[in-house]
């Protein structure tokens, strides 16, 4: 006999106006780190990081980060990179509990999407870590900085998000943790958006409507 698995809840303010301006918009900015890239494997999700704009403004005070227990050992390479160690994950939840609270604040904060820097990776972490626990995930609206360049800038290639903080002049927090990089790719967004609007775009649907039109809005 088969079991389906139960759905992982939760609940985005999707129902918004397609007129809403740019500027009203809420939505949560994510990174993650992990033990590897390896994430459809045996790699494990090791920290998340959250930063809210709400109604256009990047709320300082409006962010969620835990560390997480990979229920493994954190590689060599990794504590060099993120500065994550067994040590700091000694007291952390476990990945679901994590997640939970994490769309607890995406929730609290209205957001109507979520935002990252190839956000495809922190979706599938999402998705792997939840299967874990036999549920399954529904992938939420969300909009990748990447997409946005490529629209912006049609033969860039780049993919390293501090190189593109520097081009765009943006601050640079914590180079490779989740809460740092959240921060950077929340700014990096708000100077993406700005640069958006100059080209005579205003709106939520301006938004979606023209990144679906390059075939690169993933919703």
């Given amino acids: 006999m088969m079991f389906r698995k139960k759905s992982f809840e939760y609940q985005l303010n999707e129902l918004i106006p397609l007129s809403t301006p740019l500027d009203h918009l ?5 990174d993650m780190e992990t033990t590897g890239f390896a994430v459809g494997k045996n790699d494990r ?28 050992e954190i590689p060599e390479e990794i504590t060099r990179l993120t500065g994550i160690d067994d040590q700091k994950i000694l007291n952390a939840p476990e990945a679901s509990v994590g997640i939970h609270s994490l769309f607890r604040f995406i929730e609290k904060q209205k957001s109507s999407c979520i935002i990252g820097h190839y956000i495809n990776f922190d979706l599938f972490v999402l998705k792997r870590e939840l299967s874990r626990e036999k549920l399954s995930f529904s992938k939420p609206k969300a909009i990748d900085t990447l997409d ?3 629209f912006l800038y ?35 967004y708000k100077s993406l958006i700005k640069e958006f609007q100059d080209r005579g775009y205003r709106s939520w649907g301006d938004l979606i409507g023209e990144l679906d039109k390059q075939k690169i809005y993933i919703g």
């Fill in 26 to 30: 809420s939505c949560t900015v994510l």
């Fill in 45 to 72: 999700l090791i920290e998340i990081g959250a930063a809210a704009i709400v109604g256009g403004k990047l709320k300082d005070e409006e962010i969620f980060h835990t560390y997480i227990d990979p229920k493994r």
């Fill in 148 to 150: 946005l360049i490529q």
């Fill in 154 to 188: 049609p033969t860039w290639d780049t993919k390293d998000l501090h190189e593109y903080a520097r081009i765009f002049n943006v601050p640079v927090f914590g180079r490779h943790t989740a809460m740092g990089d959240a921060l950077t790719t929340a700014h990096l």
